[in-house]
């Protein structure tokens, strides 16, 4: 829904009614992730996707119909449908769609929702999709985290034992970042099976903490920003790192690199979804750094640039300072992977292929070398 957020809330506001359809769970190949929306809008017009193109038509035609009567459907398109190359998913995947009607009575509470996923507060969003009871689907909950450790539930599932246990699963796929349809029993049971959930995981954008301001950080901070990252670029130096240089970063800092990497730790600002992009290759500024990062508990990658021979010597360096191997195996030395790039924007591309087979676990290879999917089922 992030995607489509604006489109759907210029409507809303308005007061106009929607149909929009939401993947909430994928199998083998399917060409989008769990939560990418599809709005059909009020003269008909059609915003965003839910399979790149290969069952829109469907989902356009099926969103029509809820609108009409005000029922939500789940919907699964794919190769086990005898229809499946009629509604055109001839990619090999399967994936459920769940196809509603959006409007300000039905989805009261969505304002505020765009209003925290605009501010970047964490909230989320869970939805029956699926229950042995049609009463049930439709049912929504919001779950906020609070500062105190706590958190604020709005609406319900059903009953008591739903609404907790779909709150305490909710706050998990918030700390991960991640958007899944969950499985319960007809009132929340753990180990039963009938509901189905779909929770949307607003959290906040993942960071990418760039440190060294040379030209090939302008090229990494622009490849950050366009995969969805926050980008910090960090430089001890005061007239190198200057917005003007970086305009495509979040945010820039003049400080020393390990210096700030110990209080975002400190702070609580680092979690598994950061990504660590160590550009200085200088020992002063990227030793005391990558002690740091190498020992962070939960950090999702931790790369830095350098020839092999500025590997070797750094890696030397932080044995001698006390790093286990277990730490250092976690460092991507030289960072990227192997395209035949020389411009800083080419380097950028490796870095983010790197991040990206990281995250999901490519092997960066061909992929008409290999066989078997295309997309993971991560």
């Not at 083998?28 to 769990?34: G, L, Q, Y």
């Amino acid at each position: 829904m992030r995607e489509v957020l604006p489109e759907l809330m210029r409507w809303y506001d308005a007061g106009e009614t929607i149909g929009m359809g939401t993947v909430v769970a994928t199998f083998r190949s399917a060409p989008r992730p769990p939560g990418a929306s599809m709005l059909v809008g009020p003269a008909e017009e059609a915003v965003g996707s839910v399979s790149g193109g290969c069952v829109e038509g469907a989902v356009y035609e099926l969103a029509g119909s809820v609108v009409e009567d005000g029922t939500p459907v789940l919907q699964r398109y794919g190769v086990s449908d005898d229809d499946a190359f009629a509604v055109g998913l001839t990619c090999g995947g399967i994936l459920d769609v769940y196809v509603e009607k959006v409007d300000r009575e039905s989805f009261p509470e969505l304002a505020e929702i765009a209003e925290d996923i605009e501010n970047g507060r964490p909230v989320a969003v869970a939805t029956v999709v699926d229950h042995p009871d049609p009463s049930w689907v439709g049912r929504r909950m919001t779950v906020r985290p609070e500062e105190d450790g706590g958190h604020r539930v709005t609406g319900g599932i059903g009953s008591p034992r739903a609404d907790a246990a779909v709150a305490d699963d909710s706050l998990g796929l918030l700390a991960q970042g991640r958007n899944a349809t969950l499985t319960y029993g007809p009132d929340g049971e753990r180990r039963g099976e009938g509901m189905r959930v779909f929770v949307w995981a607003f959290a906040p954008p993942p960071r990418m903490l760039v440190f060294g301001a040379i030209d090939f950080a302008a090229a990494v901070a622009r490849v950050g920003s366009f995969l969805g990252y926050h980008v910090t670029v960090c430089d001890a130096r005061p007239v190198f790192a200057t917005a003007t240089r970086f305009p495509e970063a979040d945010e820039v800092v003049v400080d020393w690199p390990h210096r700030f990497l110990t209080a975002q730790a400190e702070a609580g600002a680092i979690d598994s979804r950061t990504v660590i992009c160590v550009l200085t290759h200088d020992p002063k500024f990227d030793v005391p750094l990558l002690e740091v990062a190498l020992r962070l508990p939960d950090v999702g990658f931790v790369g830095a640039m350098g020839s092999r021979r500025t590997h070797e010597d750094r890696v030397t360096r932080l044995r001698e300072i006390g790093l286990t191997e277990e730490e250092l195996a976690r460092l991507s030395s030289p960072i990227g992977l192997d395209l035949g790039g020389r411009t800083p924007e080419e380097t950028a591309v490796s870095i983010a292929a790197e991040i990206i087979a990281t995250q999901w676990g490519g092997s960066g290879t061909r992929l008409q070398e290999s066989s078997g999917r295309i997309h993971g089922e991560g």
